[in-house]
């Protein structure tokens, strides 16, 4: 079983900064991609960044520039902090990674969701 354990949400005012940690256990070979989605209130889920084993990196439009991912492939933990934050960030933010749980066999996971509220 793998389990994903997000933090770092909560209130900031626009302009703000937060930083989240997803951090990854259980049992498994290797981390594979690991991204953060959003969903903001009466909205689809988004992808709102990926990165890759090699740390390659993709993000939606609305937040280049802003936010940035990174990973610790030690620590199996995936970053993204936050930067000049608006009121249209706010959503529950996901965690989920692909997982090689056996050799050459992958299955994707997903945290919990923090919560991320932009407003002054």
């Known amino acids: 079983q793998v389990q994903l354990v997000e933090s770092g949400g909560g209130l900031v005012q626009p302009g703000g900064s937060l930083n989240l940690s997803c951090v990854v256990s259980?049992?498994?070979?290797?981390?594979?991609?690991m991204s953060w989605y959003r969903q903001p209130p009466g909205q689809e889920r988004e992808l709102v960044s990926t990165i890759s084993r090699s740390s390659r990196t993709n993000y939606a439009d609305s937040v280049k520039g802003r936010f940035t991912i990174s990973r610790d492939n030690a620590k199996n933990t995936v970053y993204l902090q936050m930067a000049g934050l608006k009121p249209e960030d706010t959503a529950v933010y996901y965690c989920?990674?692909?997982?090689?749980?056996?050799?050459?066999?992958?299955?994707?996971?997903w945290g919990q969701g923090t919560q991320v509220t932009v407003s002054s």
């Open positions: 259980g049992s498994f070979l290797s981390i594979q991609t």
């Open positions: 989920n990674v692909d997982v090689e749980y056996e050799l050459r066999s992958y299955r994707t996971f």
